[in-house]
């Protein structure tokens, strides 16, 4: 099964029209293939983003960036933050899924279009989320001082993501697992076995958590810390903006 995985794309354009053309397939089933993929996790993990938001500060405008079908907005909203809540995402079809279920909740703006080139101005957010998106993106470090501009001073950056073990045959069963459970999903769902390769390859392109870590500091952001989850196939990473 393995010899049939694709290099992760490394041009730009291919990976973005490669991504786009998974994401209009897997839409209507995304949430239900995160819950089983994560063994039943991803909601808990989700809410744990929110444990990172700074509380000795106010918080005013939040930025959720390859918002999918907008679970971290709604969770915002239902833990009572009354912030201007942004989701940005480049698929429409995810998009689609997002604006269904946010119709309930307040001023919550969903906007289509891509992580590389935010479209918002400097220093506008206090807090930037992302979930399972920083692998999508052409070239992460130029991400990452991105959405450090687009932070206040002493604002937070907090990115959920799957992630690679360092132990080596932790490495290989989770790889395995998700190969293989991402493959019978696949064939279940959608009739087609690899709708979910995604996932693995570009894992195989990911720099892992010590990597991240240097990164999120070389582009300026300061108290970097990353957790893992499961043994590391899952990490939330976090970073305050420095002021310059």
């Given amino acids: 099964m393995t010899a049939h995985l694709r290099p992760w794309p490394i041009n730009a354009r291919e990976r973005s029209e490669y991504v786009d053309s998974v994401f209009s397939t897997v839409a209507p089933r995304y949430d239900l293939v995160t819950k089983v993929l994560s063994l039943g996790q991803d909601d808990r993990w989700k809410a744990q983003v929110l444990a990172g938001f700074p509380n000795d500060r106010p918080i005013e405008r939040v930025l959720d960036l390859a918002t999918g079908t907008g679970a971290i907005p709604i969770l915002i909203r239902e833990a009572g933050f009354v912030a201007r809540l942004v989701g940005l995402d480049r698929s429409r079809a995810m998009l689609s899924q997002a604006r269904h279920k946010c ?5 919550i703006e969903l906007l289509q279009g891509d992580l590389g080139e935010p479209p918002f101005a400097q220093a506008s957010f206090d807090v930037v989320t992302m979930s399972y998106g920083l692998r999508y993106v052409g070239d992460i470090a130029t991400t990452l001082a991105k959405i450090r501009r687009l932070l206040r001073p002493g604002g937070v950056f907090i990115c959920l993501d799957f992630g690679i073990p360092s132990a080596r045959l932790h490495r290989s069963l989770c790889f395995g ?7 019978l999903l696949g064939i279940l769902l959608h009739r087609r076995s690899d709708t979910y390769w995604h996932i693995v390859e ?9 990597a991240l870590g240097r990164m999120m500091e070389e582009v300026g952001f300061a108290q970097v810390a990353i957790a893992e989850r499961l043994g590391g196939i899952s990490i939330i990473a976090r970073g305050v903006c420095r002021a310059t």
Avoid: I, N
């Fill in 103 to 107: 119709a309930g909740f307040q001023a």
């Fill in 177 to 183: 697992y998700l190969l293989v459970f991402g493959t």
């Fill in 202 to 210: 570009s894992l195989g392109a990911f720099p892992g958590k010590r």
